[in-house]
């Protein structure tokens, strides 16, 4: 009991700190870059059978099957796309939260990108054509000219 | 401004309302489609429940089309669904069953006290096979033909209602597989 | 009887809705005067009868009538009586009673306090609420009726209202969430009267302000309370997941709060008239999305009510009727001739322009996002899922840009800005901003974080800048800042919610530290600076519950710092398990320990972190809403009724 409780203080001494979900108890790694790929992975997956939880914070037993997985795999020295891919050839690309650059999914990452050049085109030309707006026509310019006559005699 | 342009949004709004409107009628929006469909059995060696000494692998599935049943014996809709298959196996369908995380001898016990309309189990304690074929929950089904291609897989239990939808495939799947001189020929020098 | 009553008199309310909708619009338009003075006894009957007919419904589930059908699916004898009312709106059927009754408290909030307005516009204000609740109460009627009796065998107790909503978080988080929805009506209401009375002045958009803005604060303080319920209740530390139901609130959110802005606009400068309408009725139509969405079934999500192809149907209708209709009259009357002014893009109306289209980009991704799981498979393509790693992309970069603008549009001057007053006043606040998002990360970690880093640089940028132009305004006297007016300092206290709320949310993303671990009575673990050692577990018994206990105590430099006790209960009626964090809440830091599976030996899977600034997050919400608050209370609303009650003297 003991020894264990040292051996445990040790490493969690030993280890720098990490943002999300590591079971230190279940899925030790040897490396910070492991530790990390596996934490954003459990979370850029999804759970395939809850209502909408990624697989870090999911309890259901396929999630945690599925973390084994990843983990299992990042020991083996697969990437991280690689990872990916080996769950959605079984799953479907429906484990992805992240959606993949398919040629169906272009529209869903472009359009922002698209969206926003037009903002900018809008921006840019709602404040020049404004400016362009009413100058003064002939006319009013001697209008204008009588006027500043009129005020400078007074 | 043109007056065109503020026809705009009521047009994006009925392209809206035609998606909402298709989505509404979906059915079974909870059911995930597998993207094995058309793809051959998982490669796997495994041990056989009803005798654990021997081992099982995808070949021993090729040869007659079956129902490949992923099931456990602490999965009620299980139980729901497994005197339907009892029923068809009666009917001569073949099926061999994946007894899912969970016990051999569990599971002998509980084929024993409910019926086993399958021709053999295999034993998948870890639910690693399970996690090959993609299921995320007992029971599911998984209709493959005589060459070990999967051809469609049905989520949740099966009954007579469900089984009105799959029973035509399943059964040009046994009509193709009965006729071995064309199958052969197919694979032959031609 | 009760349920009997209350069913009489939602129809009642329905009559009152119906001439609501009919008369006053149809006096308006034909200038009968007569007509246009039902408006206001209408709309009162309305919400009286409403109301009436909630208390019923309240009355059935705190007298325990379990032979209505929705007491005896939501409630049950042993709940405590504050959750007996809550369950009212815990489920699809009250919850609908609960927005029908807001839409008809918010008509007669129109018909009260509306008197300073000319009477064709009121009119058409209200019968046009009057028709969105003719809308409404037919489809609780007719599809998720809450009265509706289980007889003649009713159940002698109920199956209890869901164990995740037995909490403070139901009794207070919906109907905040329903006053901003159903609020926005008001704005989309005098949009529609504006474009059907053929008037789109200025003096429309001051009198919409108010109301926009009442509307917005509520709908701030849902999303908060929602965010900072599922943080607690869900057990697992987080605060937003982009799960379609939020997203659902939070594109209206994005969209008033573009429209709050180019109502100033228009009110200040007659301009953008044709767009704060549109911004008007698309706030409300994204209300209705979401309402939508929640209850048709057509996507799935931790918070949707049970769906039902009939209501999803119903709901369709609806909103195609109300935002088809709004559109199309848009389409039609909405005006072609721009405004005459000008503007330079360097001056409050540019920097105003570039917060609309920056809200409107982020609702967009937001809105995209959601639904386009849908369009998949609705097209036959893979079925595939949009979460947070898509969502994260855009927003967090749209919404820098939009932090750093807000301080500078705010002191910037209408029509044109100079570029070098603006360096000059500004320059001292760069550098603030700059050595305090450098300084940040380094103190409090020892390494440097560009998120974090660039979350400090925008929100001190905006902070330095804020002051900066109170100071300016006070003309160097600090005591002057009362007399700047409400509605100038709520401004200023809403943008520093949102400098605090953005600090909060890249720290606790970057700097939380958390371990999930196996331990056992005794045992300790180290997080951070924290020592947390499982003294012991046990067993307690609750009203309707049974839970395993983990006492825990928290260290840090050897003082105790807290005695938390984490649960696991498990609900007597539905047998259904949840996890209660033991949450110890501080300013800078919430320590936060959780309970998973019960493991051999009497050992438990404990997950333990520390996240750091989280309250930030809800502090800016809190400070944008006591903003807004203010903001309305300025007196200048209140000056059309003192000129009236002059006018007549």
Redesign the interface.
């Known amino acids: 009991m003991m020894k264990s409780y040292l051996i445990a203080l040790t490493m969690l001494l030993f280890s720098s700190l990490s943002l999300a979900l590591v079971d230190g108890h279940e899925y030790p790694f040897d490396n910070q870059r492991d530790k990390d790929r596996f934490a954003q992975l459990a979370e850029e997956l999804r759970c395939p059978k809850c209502q909408n939880q990624n697989l870090a914070d999911s309890n259901a037993p396929i999630a945690k099957d599925l973390r084994n997985k990843v983990y299992e795999q990042i020991q083996a020295g697969q990437s991280d796309e690689e990872i990916v891919q080996y769950l959605v050839d079984r799953y479907g690309d429906f484990v992805r939260y992240k959606p993949a650059f398919k040629s169906y999914t272009l529209v869903l990452w472009l359009s922002p990108v698209v969206l926003f050049v037009i903002a900018i085109i809008v921006f840019v030309r709602l404040g020049r054509k404004k400016e362009k707006a009413a100058p003064l026509t002939e006319e009013e310019l001697k209008k204008l000219a009588a006027l500043k006559q009129q005020a400078s005699d007074k | ?3 065109l342009v ?2 705009v ?2 047009l994006i ?2 392209a ?2 035609i ?8 059915e079974n ?2 059911v ?5 469909i058309n793809k051959p059995f998982p490669n796997f060696i495994l041990t056989q429940v009803e005798e654990g000494s021997k081992q099982l692998t995808q070949q021993d599935l090729i040869g007659k089309p079956m129902l490949v049943n992923v099931w456990a014996t602490w999965c009620p809709t299980c139980k729901a669904e497994h005197e339907f298959l009892n029923t068809l196996a009666a009917d001569g369908i073949r099926i061999v069953g994946i007894n899912y ?1 969970d016990d051999d001898a569990a599971a002998m016990q509980w084929l024993q006290d409910y019926g086993n309309p399958y021709e053999f189990n295999i034993s998948d304690p870890d ?1 690693m096979l ?8 007992a029971p599911e089904t998984f209709l493959v033909d005589g060459e070990g291609i999967i051809r469609a897989k049905h989520v949740g239990d099966l009954n007579p209602r469900v089984w009105e939808k799959y029973q035509p495939q399943f059964a040009l799947m046994r009509a193709a597989a009965s006729r071995p001189e064309e199958s052969i020929s197919d694979k032959g020098s031609e | 009887m009760a349920a009997e009553y209350g069913q009489i008199a939602l129809l009642i309310a329905l009559a009152f809705a119906a001439v609501q909708s009919v008369l006053p619009l149809y006096g308006a338009q034909t200038g009968r005067v007569w007509l246009m003075q039902y408006a206001r006894p209408m709309a009162l009957g309305h919400a009286l009868f409403l109301t009436l007919s909630f208390i019923a419904l309240v009355y059935c589930f705190v007298t325990d009538d379990f032979s209505v059908a929705y007491v005896a699916n939501n409630s049950n004898s042993l709940l405590p009586t504050q959750f007996k009312v809550s369950a009212v709106w815990g489920a699809h059927e009250g919850s609908l009673l609960l927005w029908v009754l807001m839409l008809g408290l918010w008509g007669a909030a129109v018909a009260l306090f509306s008197r300073s307005l000319p009477m064709d516009m009121v009119a058409r204000v209200i019968s046009i609420l009057g028709m969105v609740g003719v809308g409404f109460i037919l489809f609780t009627l007719l599809t998720s009726n809450p009265f509706e009796r289980l007889l003649p065998s009713s159940p002698t107790d109920g199956t209890d209202l869901n164990p995740l909503l037995q909490d403070f978080g139901l009794i207070v988080h919906p109907p905040t969430l329903y006053m901003g929805y159903v609020g926005f009506s008001v704005a989309f209401a005098f949009a529609l009267a504006a474009l059907l009375g053929g008037r789109l002045d200025a003096a429309w958009a001051r009198w919409s302000r108010p109301w926009t803005t009442t509307a917005w604060v509520f709908l701030t303080i849902g999303i908060a309370l929602g965010s900072w319920w599922a943080y607690y209740e869900l057990g697992w530390g987080g605060w937003w997941f982009w799960d379609p139901v939020e997203n659902a609130s939070l594109m209206p959110w994005l969209v008033g709060t573009a429209l709050m802005h180019s109502l100033a606009v228009t009110e200040k400068r007659g301009l953008f008239k044709s767009w704060t309408v549109l911004l008007a009725i698309f706030t409300f139509s994204l209300s209705l999305l979401g309402a939508f969405l929640v209850r048709s079934g057509v996507l799935t999500s931790v918070h949707s009510f049970a769906s039902d192809p009939e209501r999803g149907l119903f709901i369709l209708a609806l909103l195609g009727i109300t935002v088809g209709g709004s559109l199309t009259v848009y389409a039609f009357k909405a005006p072609t001739v721009s405004a005459m002014s000008s503007f330079r893009l360097l001056s409050r109306e540019g920097f105003l322009l570039a917060n609309n289209l920056l809200l409107i980009l982020i609702a967009f991704v937001v809105f995209f996002g959601t639904l386009y799981p849908l369009v998949h498979e609705v097209l036959d393509l893979p079925k595939l899922s949009v979460g947070a790693p898509f969502f994260n992309t855009f927003f967090i970069p749209l919404s820098s840009m939009l932090v750093a603008i807000v301080g500078v549009g705010a002191m910037s001057r209408w029509k044109m800005m100079p570029g070098k007053l603006l360096l000059g006043q500004l320059g001292g606040a760069l550098v603030l901003a700059i050595l305090a998002a450098i300084a940040f990360p380094l103190l409090y970690n020892g390494e440097m974080n560009w998120s974090v880093a660039l979350a400090v640089l925008i929100a001190v940028w905006l902070v330095a800048t804020t002051c900066r132009d109170v100071w300016n305004k006070c003309r160097g006297d600090l005591t002057r800042i009362p007399s700047l007016g409400k509605s100038y300092l709520g401004m200023i206290i809403a943008h520093i919610g949102v400098a605090v709320s953005a600090v909060g949310i890249a720290v606790v993303s970057h700097f939380s530290i958390e371990k999930a671990i196996k331990m056992s009575p005794g045992e300790s673990a180290q997080l951070g600076e924290y020592h947390f050692y499982f003294k012991e577990s046990g067993l307690k018994q609750g009203p309707n519950y049974t839970a395993h206990v983990g006492l825990f105590e928290v260290s840090k430099d050897g003082e105790v710092v807290d005695t938390m006790l984490a649960e696991k209960r498990k609900y007597t009626v539905k047998g259904s398990m949840m996890t209660e964090a033991a949450i110890d809440a501080g300013l800078f830091r919430d320590l936060y320990i959780s309970l998973g599976e019960q493991l051999a030996d009497g050992a438990w899977a404990v997950r333990l972190q520390v996240k750091a600034y989280v309250r930030w997050i809800w502090l800016g919400a809190i400070l944008m809403s006591v903003g807004g608050l203010l903001a309305i209370l300025d007196k200048r609303y209140r000056q059309r009724r003192k000129e009236k009650q002059e006018a007549r003297a």
Do not use: H, Q, T, W
């Open positions: 401004m043109n007056r503020l026809f949004p009521v709004f009925l809206l309302g998606l909402f409107f298709a989505g509404i009628g979906r929006k909870e995930l489609p597998s993207p094995l995380k639910g399970g996690l090959e074929l993609g299921v995320y929950g």
